[in-house]
C-alpha cells in the first residue's frame, strides 16, 4: 500500500541523501526504519507523509500518487507522530488540540465534538480535556497527539523516535498503544526507532544506510548481526543479548527476547558448580 | 511553573460581565477609548469614572485588584502629569522658580492626563480580568474580520497569538532551566554585578532563541502534516454567541460616547 | 568519608504550580567521596528537585542540608554559593540547549572563568574536559551547535567537567540517546568515578542502564526516598520498584529468580552480559564433562518445569550438580 519509486533527495547543498530508494509495505505491516545517525530515517518517513517532497521518484499510498494535489488527503490517511511532545501541540486546551486537525479539514462542528469524545474516551484522556497541554507529563501529551491523530481515522500511522523522550513506563504503554493499532484496527505502521522492544514487536526491520536500504530483514535476525545493529545504534534487550552471547559461547539455548521464556530454555541445564 | 502564564491575567468569577461575548467587550472597549479621548472637563470625567466605577463594582473582582493592576504605570503616570506642569504655561502663575513656572491650567491638565490614564487602565483590566485567552483571540479575530477587505488576514494573527499562548509557558520554564544551569556553572545572576548581568543575559538569550527557533521548525511541520494550510477555510470548535444583555452593553457604551463627543 | 548529609530534608514549591508539585518529604540520605549514586524515580518523583539541593539552586524549606562544608538550614537563605559550586558540578537535562557561545572553546572555558581561573588555565581545563569526554581537541573551534546531538551532549557535559568539579550530579544524562551512546556516556561516567575518584550522582527513570555501574542506588516515589542500598538488596526488593512505578530491568527479574531457585546470595550473582554469558556457562551442563548423561534428564526436568514451576526443581538441580 506504501510505494516509493526510484526515489532521489537532496537537502539544499548537501550531498545526495537518497539516490534510487526504493521501498513497498503491504497494508497492515508493521517496518521498524533503523540505521546510522544522520542516515535519514526521519527524511525517509517525512516523504511518505508529504512533509518534504522527493528531487525525483514517486510515491503511491494505497495506489494515489503524492502530489500537490493529494497530499492534504494523504496527510489525513498517514498520521505522524513527532519526537518532542511539546512542539506538536498547537493549542491552549486538550480539547482544542484534538479538534485542530477536524477544523483544518472543516468538519461540522456537532460531528467535531461528538468525535472528541469518542476518542477521549478510546484513550482514557477524557479527563484531560480541558487542560492546557503544559501541564501534562509527557506521556500524557503523547496519547493526546494520539488521539489527535487517531480522530481523523488514518489508515498509515508513522512514529518519529515518538517514544524517545518517554520515561520507561510511558514507553512501554505506547508499545502496547502501537500493537492494539496494529492488531485491532489493521493500521500500516512506519516506525523511526531505537527501542529494541518495540522494533522486535514489529513484523520488519528496514536499514537505511548510505542512501539506500541496506538491509530488509527480520527484526530478530537485525540483532543477530551485530556489527549491523551496532552500527544502527541499536543494543539488543538483556535476555536478548544473553542468549546471543552464550551461542557465542558455545551454549545454543536458541534465541529469546522474553525473560520468562529464557528462563525457561536455561532451567533445565542450570545447576551450581562450585 | 506560574499558573498566570497559562491564563494570562484572568480571574475566574461568575459575574455578568464575565458572561458577555468578548466582542461586545472589545467593541465596548474601543468606544470607551474614544469617551475618554472626547471628555474635556471634570464633570464628564466623573461620569465616566461613574459608569466604569459601576462595572468594576459589578464585575466580581475585588477593586483592589484593578488597583495592583494599573502599579506598573505610575511612574508613566508621574510623567506625565509633570509633563503638563511643567510646559503648560496658560493660567494663573502658582509657582515660579527661574525658568520654571507652575500654573493652574498645567496643574489641572496633568490631572485630567492621569484621569484618563487610569480609566482606560482599569477598562482594560476588565476586558482581561473577565476574558480568557481563547475567548479574548475568538474575539478578536471576529472584530478585525474586515481587516480582510485591505489584504491582512485575521486568521494569521489569531494563530499566531495562539501559538504565542501555547508556547509561552514552555519557554519560560525553558529559560528559567537555563539561568538555573548558568548558575551551576558560576554565574549566578543574583550574585553578579552589573556589568556582569548583562553578559548573562546573553547566555539566556542565545540558547533562548535557539530553542524558539527549533521549537517553531517543528511546530510548523507538526501543523502542516495535520492539514494545516495558512489562509484556507476551516471550521472551529470554538464559537461566540452574542445575546441581547451584549447588544444592551454595546447601545450603553454608544450613548456615553456620543454623549462626550456631542458635549 | 560523607560529603553530603540530608537530614529530614523537605521542600515545598511557593507559588501556585500547574504541573503536581514536586516536593520533597523528609528526604535523609548520606552520600560517600568516590561513589556512583543512581537515583532511581518516575516521572514527578521529586528527583530533579532534591538533584538540585545538592548546589544549593533550591534550598530546603525544612530539615538540614550539609554538602560538602556548606550548610544549609531550613528557612534560612545562603548565598554566595560559588565556592561550593566549583566544587558541584550540576548537569541539568538536555544540557545541549543550555550552550550559547561561538566555539566551543569559548563555551568551555566559561565556567573556569566564572570561578575565577585565568585564560590560559581556563583553556587548558576546557583541552582536559573535551578529552575526558572522549572528543578530540579538533572540536575547539567548532560552533556546538553544527554537532551532531550525540556530540552537543558531550561538549555540554564536559562544559560542567572543565570547572573540574569533585561531584559530578547529572539529570538524567542518558535521556533521548540512542542505546549505544547511552551505553558509551554511562561508560565515561564511570571512569571518571573509578579513575579520578569523582563522585557520580545520576538521575535516571531506566533501572536497566545503571544496573551494572552505580554502586549505591536511592530509590525516590512522589517526594520521598523509598530506598538506598546495594545492587544486591534491592534484587531482593523487587516490590519496592514496583511501587515506585520503575520497570524492573530484566537482568534483575533473572537473577531474583536464579536466586530463589537455586538458593545462591544475589551477591555471589555476576552482573552485566558478559558476566551472565560466563556464570551460567560455569554453571551449567555445559560446563560439565557428561554432558550426555545429563541430556535425558534435563529434557525430563524441563518436563516437570512446565508442569509446576515448583521450588523442588532447585533441590534437583543441585543435586545433579554434585
Given at each position: 500500500?506504501?510505494?516509493?519509486?526510484?526515489?532521489?533527495?537532496?537537502?539544499?547543498?548537501?550531498?545526495?541523501?537518497?539516490?534510487?530508494?526504493?521501498?513497498?509495505?503491504?497494508?497492515?505491516?508493521?517496518?521498524?526504519?533503523?540505521?546510522?545517525?544522520?542516515?535519514?530515517?526521519?527524511?525517509?518517513?517525512?516523504?511518505?507523509?508529504?512533509?518534504?517532497?522527493?528531487?525525483?521518484?514517486?510515491?503511491?499510498?494505497?495506489?494515489?500518487?503524492?502530489?500537490?494535489?493529494?497530499?492534504?488527503?494523504?496527510?489525513?490517511?498517514?498520521?505522524?507522530?513527532?519526537?518532542?511532545?511539546?512542539?506538536?501541540?498547537?493549542?491552549?486546551?486538550?480539547?482544542?488540540?484534538?479538534?485542530?486537525?477536524?477544523?483544518?479539514?472543516?468538519?461540522?462542528?456537532?460531528?467535531?465534538?461528538?468525535?472528541?469524545?469518542?476518542?477521549?474516551?478510546?484513550?482514557?484522556?477524557?479527563?484531560?480535556?480541558?487542560?492546557?497541554?503544559?501541564?501534562?507529563?509527557?506521556?500524557?501529551?503523547?496519547?493526546?497527539?494520539?488521539?489527535?491523530?487517531?480522530?481523523?481515522?488514518?489508515?498509515?500511522?508513522?512514529?518519529?523516535?515518538?517514544?524517545?523522550?518517554?520515561?520507561?513506563?510511558?514507553?512501554?504503554?505506547?508499545?502496547?498503544?502501537?500493537?492494539?493499532?496494529?492488531?485491532?484496527?489493521?493500521?500500516?505502521?512506519?516506525?523511526?526507532?531505537?527501542?529494541?522492544?518495540?522494533?522486535?514487536?514489529?513484523?520488519?526491520?528496514?536499514?537505511?544506510?548510505?542512501?539506500?536500504?541496506?538491509?530488509?530483514?527480520?527484526?530478530?535476525?537485525?540483532?543477530?548481526?551485530?556489527?549491523?545493529?551496532?552500527?544502527?545504534?541499536?543494543?539488543?534487550?538483556?535476555?536478548?543479548?544473553?542468549?546471543?552471547?552464550?551461542?557465542?559461547?558455545?551454549?545454543?539455548?536458541?534465541?529469546?527476547?522474553?525473560?520468562?521464556?529464557?528462563?525457561?530454555?536455561?532451567?533445565?541445564?542450570?545447576?551450581?558448580?562450585? | 511553573?506560574?499558573?498566570?502564564?497559562?491564563?494570562?491575567?484572568?480571574?475566574?468569577?461568575?459575574?455578568?460581565?464575565?458572561?458577555?461575548?468578548?466582542?461586545?467587550?472589545?467593541?465596548?472597549?474601543?468606544?470607551?477609548?474614544?469617551?475618554?479621548?472626547?471628555?474635556?472637563?471634570?464633570?464628564?470625567?466623573?461620569?465616566?469614572?461613574?459608569?466604569?466605577?459601576?462595572?468594576?463594582?459589578?464585575?466580581?473582582?475585588?477593586?483592589?485588584?484593578?488597583?495592583?493592576?494599573?502599579?506598573?504605570?505610575?511612574?508613566?503616570?508621574?510623567?506625565?502629569?509633570?509633563?503638563?506642569?511643567?510646559?503648560?504655561?496658560?493660567?494663573?502663575?502658582?509657582?515660579?522658580?527661574?525658568?520654571?513656572?507652575?500654573?493652574?491650567?498645567?496643574?489641572?491638565?496633568?490631572?485630567?492626563?492621569?484621569?484618563?490614564?487610569?480609566?482606560?487602565?482599569?477598562?482594560?483590566?476588565?476586558?482581561?480580568?473577565?476574558?480568557?485567552?481563547?475567548?479574548?483571540?475568538?474575539?478578536?479575530?471576529?472584530?478585525?474580520?474586515?481587516?480582510?477587505?485591505?489584504?491582512?488576514?485575521?486568521?494569521?494573527?489569531?494563530?499566531?497569538?495562539?501559538?504565542?499562548?501555547?508556547?509561552?509557558?514552555?519557554?519560560?520554564?525553558?529559560?528559567?532551566?537555563?539561568?538555573?544551569?548558568?548558575?551551576?556553572?558560576?554565574?549566578?545572576?543574583?550574585?553578579?554585578?552589573?556589568?556582569?548581568?548583562?553578559?548573562?543575559?546573553?547566555?539566556?538569550?542565545?540558547?533562548?532563541?535557539?530553542?524558539?527557533?527549533?521549537?517553531?521548525?517543528?511546530?510548523?511541520?507538526?501543523?502542516?502534516?495535520?492539514?494545516?494550510?495558512?489562509?484556507?477555510?476551516?471550521?472551529?470548535?470554538?464559537?461566540?454567541?452574542?445575546?441581547?444583555?451584549?447588544?444592551?452593553?454595546?447601545?450603553?457604551?454608544?450613548?456615553?460616547?456620543?454623549?462626550?463627543?456631542?458635549? | 568519608?560523607?560529603?553530603?548529609?540530608?537530614?529530614?530534608?523537605?521542600?515545598?514549591?511557593?507559588?501556585?504550580?500547574?504541573?503536581?508539585?514536586?516536593?520533597?518529604?523528609?528526604?535523609?540520605?548520606?552520600?560517600?567521596?568516590?561513589?556512583?549514586?543512581?537515583i532511581?524515580?518516575?516521572?514527578?518523583?521529586?528527583k530533579s528537585?532534591?538533584l538540585q539541593?545538592?548546589?544549593?539552586?533550591?534550598?530546603?524549606?525544612?530539615?538540614?542540608?550539609?554538602?560538602?562544608?556548606?550548610?544549609?538550614?531550613?528557612?534560612?537563605?545562603?548565598?554566595?554559593?560559588?565556592?561550593?559550586?566549583?566544587?558541584?558540578?550540576l548537569v541539568f537535562q538536555f544540557p545541549?540547549?543550555?550552550?550559547?557561545?561561538?566555539?566551543?572553546?569559548?563555551?568551555?572555558?566559561?565556567?573556569?572563568?566564572?570561578?575565577?581561573?585565568?585564560?590560559?588555565?581556563?583553556?587548558?581545563?576546557?583541552?582536559?574536559?573535551?578529552?575526558?569526554?572522549?572528543?578530540?581537541?579538533?572540536?575547539?573551534?567548532?560552533?556546538?551547535?553544527?554537532?551532531?546531538?550525540?556530540?552537543?551532549?558531550?561538549?555540554?557535559?564536559?562544559?560542567?567537567?572543565?570547572?573540574?568539579?569533585?561531584?559530578?550530579v547529572l539529570d538524567e544524562p542518558?535521556a533521548?540517546?540512542?542505546?549505544?551512546?547511552?551505553?558509551?556516556?554511562?561508560?565515561?561516567?564511570?571512569?571518571?568515578?573509578?579513575?579520578?575518584?569523582?563522585?557520580?550522582?545520576m538521575v535516571t527513570?531506566?533501572?536497566?542502564?545503571?544496573?551494572?555501574?552505580?554502586?549505591?542506588?536511592?530509590?525516590?516515589?512522589?517526594?520521598?526516598?523509598?530506598?538506598?542500598?546495594?545492587?544486591?538488596?534491592?534484587?531482593?526488593?523487587?516490590?519496592?520498584?514496583?511501587?515506585?512505578?520503575?520497570?524492573?530491568?530484566?537482568?534483575?527479574?533473572?537473577?531474583?529468580?536464579?536466586?530463589?531457585?537455586?538458593?545462591?546470595?544475589?551477591?555471589?550473582?555476576?552482573?552485566?552480559?558478559?558476566?551472565?554469558?560466563?556464570?551460567?556457562?560455569?554453571?551449567?551442563?555445559?560446563?560439565?564433562?557428561?554432558?550426555?548423561?545429563?541430556?535425558?534428564?534435563?529434557?525430563?526436568?524441563?518436563?516437570?518445569?512446565?508442569?509446576?514451576?515448583?521450588?523442588?526443581?532447585?533441590?534437583?538441580?543441585?543435586?545433579?550438580?554434585?
Open positions: 500500500m506504501i510505494r516509493l519509486e526510484n526515489i532521489h533527495f537532496q537537502y539544499p547543498k548537501r550531498e545526495a541523501l537518497f539516490s534510487d530508494l526504493k521501498l513497498h509495505v503491504p497494508r497492515g505491516q508493521w517496518v521498524s526504519i533503523v540505521g546510522p545517525n544522520g542516515s535519514g530515517k526521519s527524511t525517509l518517513v517525512k516523504l511518505v507523509n508529504g512533509l518534504l517532497s522527493p528531487d525525483s521518484g514517486t510515491i503511491h499510498i494505497d495506489g494515489t500518487l503524492l502530489d500537490g494535489e493529494s497530499v492534504s488527503d494523504i496527510r489525513r490517511r498517514t498520521g505522524y507522530l513527532f519526537q518532542n511532545p511539546d512542539n506538536q501541540f498547537i493549542a491552549t486546551t486538550v480539547r482544542d488540540d484534538i479538534a485542530f486537525g477536524m477544523e483544518n479539514r472543516c468538519v461540522p462542528r456537532a460531528d467535531m465534538k461528538q468525535r472528541i469524545d469518542a476518542i477521549a474516551e478510546q484513550l482514557g484522556i477524557s479527563e484531560w480535556l480541558n487542560r492546557h497541554p503544559a501541564s501534562l507529563s509527557g506521556g500524557q501529551k503523547q496519547r493526546v497527539a494520539i488521539a489527535g491523530l487517531l480522530v481523523l481515522n488514518p489508515e498509515i500511522m508513522i512514529w518519529d523516535e515518538a517514544t524517545s523522550m518517554l520515561d520507561e513506563r510511558s514507553k512501554q504503554d505506547m508499545l502496547l498503544r502501537l500493537r492494539h493499532l496494529h492488531k485491532n484496527q489493521g493500521l500500516t505502521i512506519l516506525s523511526v526507532t531505537h527501542d529494541a522492544e518495540e522494533i522486535l514487536a514489529s513484523d520488519r526491520a528496514v536499514v537505511i544506510r548510505n542512501g539506500v536500504i541496506a538491509a530488509d530483514m527480520s527484526p530478530i535476525q537485525l540483532f543477530e548481526d551485530r556489527n549491523l545493529a551496532w552500527e544502527c545504534r541499536l543494543q539488543p534487550p538483556f535476555s536478548l543479548a544473553l542468549s546471543l552471547e552464550l551461542r557465542e559461547k558455545g551454549m545454543d539455548i536458541g534465541l529469546h527476547h522474553h525473560e520468562e521464556e529464557l528462563m525457561r530454555a536455561l532451567w533445565p541445564s542450570l545447576h551450581v558448580n562450585k | 511553573m506560574d499558573e498566570r502564564m497559562v491564563m494570562g491575567r484572568y480571574v475566574a468569577a461568575q459575574s455578568w460581565v464575565h458572561q458577555l461575548d468578548p466582542r461586545a467587550k472589545l467593541t465596548a472597549m474601543v468606544l470607551f477609548l474614544i469617551a475618554v479621548i472626547c471628555a474635556d472637563y471634570s464633570l464628564e470625567l466623573a461620569v465616566i469614572t461613574a459608569f466604569s466605577l459601576v462595572i468594576l463594582m459589578t464585575s466580581g473582582i475585588p477593586l483592589r485588584r484593578y488597583g495592583r493592576a494599573s502599579k506598573p504605570l505610575w511612574p508613566l503616570m508621574a510623567f506625565m502629569f509633570l509633563f503638563y506642569v511643567l510646559f503648560e504655561h496658560n493660567g494663573d502663575v502658582w509657582l515660579s522658580i527661574g525658568s520654571f513656572t507652575v500654573t493652574s491650567e498645567g496643574v489641572l491638565l496633568g490631572l485630567y492626563a492621569v484621569w484618563r490614564m487610569l480609566l482606560l487602565v482599569c477598562f482594560t483590566s476588565i476586558l482581561t480580568f473577565t476574558t480568557t485567552p481563547i475567548e479574548l483571540n475568538l474575539g478578536l479575530e471576529a472584530v478585525l474580520k474586515p481587516l480582510k477587505l485591505i489584504g491582512v488576514s485575521p486568521q494569521q494573527w489569531t494563530m499566531m497569538i495562539t501559538i504565542a499562548l501555547r508556547f509561552i509557558p514552555t519557554i519560560f520554564e525553558e529559560a528559567n532551566k537555563i539561568l538555573k544551569a548558568q548558575a551551576s556553572r558560576g554565574a549566578d545572576y543574583e550574585d553578579l554585578k552589573l556589568k556582569e548581568k548583562g553578559k548573562l543575559v546573553v547566555t539566556l538569550l542565545v540558547p533562548v532563541t535557539v530553542g524558539a527557533f527549533r521549537r517553531a521548525e517543528e511546530l510548523v511541520m507538526a501543523m502542516e502534516s495535520r492539514g494545516y494550510v495558512l489562509d484556507a477555510k476551516r471550521t472551529s470548535l470554538r464559537y461566540l454567541t452574542w445575546q441581547g444583555t451584549d447588544t444592551l452593553f454595546i447601545l450603553l457604551f454608544i450613548v456615553l460616547t456620543a454623549g462626550m463627543i456631542i458635549l | 568519608m560523607a560529603i553530603v548529609t540530608c537530614e529530614q530534608i523537605s521542600y515545598q514549591y511557593a507559588k501556585a504550580s500547574i504541573h503536581q508539585p514536586l516536593a520533597l518529604i523528609d528526604v535523609s540520605l548520606r552520600l560517600e567521596q568516590g561513589k556512583f549514586y543512581a532511581v524515580g518516575a516521572t514527578g518523583s521529586g528537585t532534591l539541593h545538592l548546589n544549593g539552586i533550591y534550598q530546603p524549606t525544612k530539615g538540614k542540608l550539609q554538602v560538602y562544608d556548606v550548610v544549609f538550614a531550613a528557612g534560612a537563605k545562603v548565598k554566595g554559593l560559588k565556592p561550593l559550586r566549583s566544587r558541584v558540578g545541549e540547549q543550555q550552550l550559547f557561545e561561538e566555539t566551543v572553546e569559548k563555551d568551555l572555558m566559561f565556567g573556569p572563568i566564572q570561578f575565577g581561573a585565568d585564560e590560559q588555565q581556563a583553556r587548558a581545563a576546557a583541552v582536559e574536559a573535551l578529552l575526558a569526554v572522549g572528543l578530540d581537541e579538533a572540536f575547539m573551534a567548532r560552533s556546538p551547535f553544527e554537532l551532531s546531538g550525540g556530540q552537543m551532549r558531550k561538549v555540554a557535559i564536559a562544559t560542567v567537567l572543565a570547572s573540574n568539579p569533585e561531584l559530578i542518558t533521548t540517546l540512542d542505546p549505544v551512546s547511552r551505553t558509551e556516556l554511562i561508560a565515561l561516567l564511570k571512569r571518571l568515578c573509578v579513575e579520578q575518584g569523582r563522585t557520580i550522582v527513570h531506566r533501572l536497566d542502564e545503571v544496573l551494572a555501574a552505580a554502586d549505591e542506588f536511592i530509590l525516590m516515589q512522589q517526594g520521598a526516598v523509598t530506598y538506598t542500598g546495594t545492587r544486591a538488596d534491592l534484587i531482593r526488593s523487587p516490590h519496592l520498584l514496583q511501587a515506585a512505578d520503575i520497570v524492573v530491568p530484566n537482568e534483575m527479574k533473572l537473577a531474583h529468580e536464579i536466586s530463589e531457585r537455586l538458593g545462591i546470595v544475589v551477591d555471589e550473582l555476576p552482573s552485566g552480559i558478559e558476566g551472565w554469558a560466563d556464570w551460567l556457562i560455569h554453571n551449567s551442563d555445559a560446563a560439565s564433562k557428561a554432558v550426555d548423561r545429563y541430556a535425558t534428564d534435563s529434557s525430563a526436568s524441563q518436563q516437570e518445569q512446565t508442569d509446576k514451576a515448583s521450588p523442588r526443581g532447585m533441590t534437583e538441580s543441585d543435586e545433579k550438580g554434585e
